[in-house]
């Protein structure tokens, strides 16, 4: 079956900009989460779904950073006002689960933003 | 000073080798310890994860984890260069979502044939 499907892969944003990246995660998974990573550093938490309810939101960094999930399945992560420090890798995860180490997270290949 | 701290390599081994990586964490409540690997341009994918003190083993990769000295390790033995990666250690506090870990910044290793 598909992993978790990230879109696009690569975004180039100027300074200013709103970006939107999409998140697929697998079908029937309960928890989705968006992670940070930037250039030579590990994944930074940002934001938890449980279903389309939104449990944590406290890694966002600043209110330019918004996240929805309205239906429960694909979650959209929102970056208002563009910044260069914005630019990293956006991972998303999905599990079977909500809030077990029996239900491994399964990663997507991320989007990589750029801000010019 | 970052809670989860990783030896930053680059770590380069010959095929055959056996490879030891490690972390040292500063909050004692973490209980929850993983071992990710990502390729590069991929997600992480999880290796291994432990709970509390002890060691676990999967094939050719044993995590351990040291509580009392705040120390986790992955060791790869017969090492491939298929596993050349960045390997990430994550943790999590008991009574957090399982999810919300914390990553340290990852040691790149290559194998060569």
């Known amino acids: 079956g598909a992993g978790v499907s990230q879109s696009p892969r690569y975004k180039v944003a100027k300074r200013g900009q709103d970006v939107a990246l999409r998140c697929d995660p697998i079908s029937g998974h309960v928890s989705l989460f968006w992670y940070q990573q930037a250039l030579g550093q590990g994944p930074e938490f940002l934001t938890y779904?449980?279903?389309?309810?939104?449990?944590?939101k406290s890694g966002l960094p600043s209110d330019r950073f918004f996240a929805e999930r309205p239906e429960g399945s694909v979650s959209t992560l929102k970056i208002q006002r563009t910044q260069q420090e914005d630019s990293a890798v956006y991972l998303c995860?999905?599990?079977?689960?909500?809030?077990?180490?029996?239900?491994?997270?399964?990663f997507g290949n991320g989007t990589r933003l750029t801000v010019t | 000073q970052k809670e989860v701290e990783q030896d930053p390599g680059p770590l380069s081994v010959p095929e055959g080798a056996i490879v030891s990586l490690n972390c040292t964490y500063s909050?004692?409540?973490?209980?929850?310890f993983m071992w990710y690997r990502q390729y590069s341009r991929k997600g992480p994918e999880l290796l291994m994860y432990t709970y509390s003190s002890g060691n676990k083993e999967d094939g050719r990769f044993t995590a351990q984890v040291d509580k009392s000295s705040k120390y986790i390790s992955l060791f790869i033995r017969d090492s491939q260069p298929s596993d050349s990666a960045t390997y990430l250690c994550?943790?999590?506090?008991?009574?957090?979502?399982?999810?919300?870990?914390?990553f340290g910044d990852g040691t790149t290793l290559t194998v060569k044939p």
């Open positions: 909050n004692s409540a973490f209980q929850y």
């Open positions: 995860a999905s599990s079977l689960y909500e809030s077990s180490y029996n239900s491994p997270l399964h």
């Open positions: 994550a943790m999590t506090a008991e009574n957090t979502n399982a999810g919300k870990s914390t």
């Open positions: 779904f449980q279903n389309e309810a939104q449990l944590d």
